[in-house]
């Protein structure tokens, strides 16, 4: 998952030639998730990108979702760009913790028996999910702080 150099560098100068891009700033909460969908799902539309919405959307989610848990009450920022490398989704928050993925173990009927104190406690899979579903993903760190993590999937 981890591969700083293929993201471009936060703080460049957007030229003429940059992608078309959106960029919003949110409150980190459980209401986030839902807002970047919203705002990624018109971009997609606008972009005509319909056939990768859905994985797009959970992708978007996922991130959102870790970056809100990690900084609660705090900044986190959203953007979602098309260049000719594809679609890139990133968050931005200030969380120094860097994204560690739940090792993937072979699931069995005890592991699977919840009791009533542990039935929702089966959370960590959304970084493999992000993983499964682009065609690249990781983390890269903020020159200010806090790191970006992002996905890109190819149209």
Not at 32 to 43: D, I
Not at 113 to 136: K, M, N, R, Y
């Amino acid at each position: 998952m981890i591969d700083e150099r293929s993201r471009p560098r936060a703080g460049k100068a957007r030229t003429p030639e940059s992608p078309d891009a959106l960029t919003i700033s949110l409150m980190g909460s459980p209401a986030s998730a839902g807002l970047a969908r919203t705002f990624a799902q018109q971009q997609l539309y606008k972009w005509g990108y319909l056939h990768i919405l859905d994985d797009a959307l959970l992708i978007t989610s996922e991130l959102v979702a870790n970056a809100s848990e990690a900084t609660p009450g705090k900044e986190l920022r959203y953007r979602i760009e098309r260049n000719a490398k594809g679609v890139l989704i990133s968050v931005w928050d200030s969380s120094p913790r860097v994204p560690t993925p739940k090792p993937l173990t072979e699931p069995t009927l005890e592991a699977l028996d919840h009791c009533e104190d542990t039935f929702d406690s089966g959370g960590g899979w959304g970084l493999p999910i992000v993983q499964a579903l682009s065609a690249a993903c990781g983390y890269t760190l903020h020159p200010t702080g806090g790191k970006w993590v992002w996905a890109r999937l190819t149209p």
